[in-house]
Structures are given as structure tokens and as C-alpha cells.
């Protein structure tokens, strides 16, 4: 992600992803999902690395690149959501929460 602030079409596309697994919550244990979830962004992204290399040798020079920008992505967003969630938790109908 650049340091521009997402546009609408951004919170639409997360939105719905977020939609998608709390359908599947439904059916499926919580902590399945998120691992569900969890793979397919690391799929998807690695799949963002292949496009945009030239090829098996490039993509082995970008791996180590590749895995410090999506694993500092990570850590930043999920601490972004954490601190939202310990502020706002009343907010915010998670259900009956896993002890």
C-alpha cells in the first residue's frame, strides 16, 4: 500500500472480504476461518510477487524483499486493528467471545 489514504473502493473490497469470512463463521469454527483467511492473503500475495517479476530467478532475488514488506504490512495493520478494537470494543458486536 502506498502512504495515501485507501479511497472508497479500498474499505468496499476489505469490507467484503470481511463479510465473506464472517458468513463463514457461521459454519465453521472462527479460528478455522482466520487460518482460511490468513492463507489465501499469502497466496494472493505471493501470486502479486510472481506477477510482477520476470520470472523464477527474480522472483527468488525478491523473495526476502517480498517477505519483510508483506510481514511489516502485516504487523502495522494488525496493531492498527488491535488498539482500534481495545478502544472501541464496546462499539462492536463481536458475539460471544472464545474463552
Not at 489514504?5 to 469454527?29: H, K, M, Y
Not at 492498527?80 to 472464545?98: H, M, R, V, W
Request: proline fraction near 5%.
Amino acid at each position: 500500500m502506498s502512504n495515501q489514504a485507501p479511497g472508497p473502493e479500498f474499505w468496499t473490497r476489505v469490507n467484503a472480504l470481511i463479510d465473506q469470512a464472517n458468513t463463514q463463521c457461521d459454519s465453521a469454527d472462527p479460528s478455522e476461518v482466520c487460518a482460511s483467511t490468513m492463507y489465501a492473503s499469502a497466496r494472493f500475495n505471493a501470486f502479486i510477487v510472481a506477477r510482477t517479476t520476470s520470472g523464477p530467478e527474480h522472483m527468488q532475488q525478491e523473495k526476502e524483499r517480498a517477505l519483510e514488506y508483506f510481514t511489516d504490512q502485516f504487523r502495522k495493520m494488525m496493531a492498527e486493528n488491535l488498539d482500534d478494537f481495545i478502544a472501541n470494543l464496546g462499539k462492536y458486536d463481536i458475539g460471544t467471545p472464545s474463552q
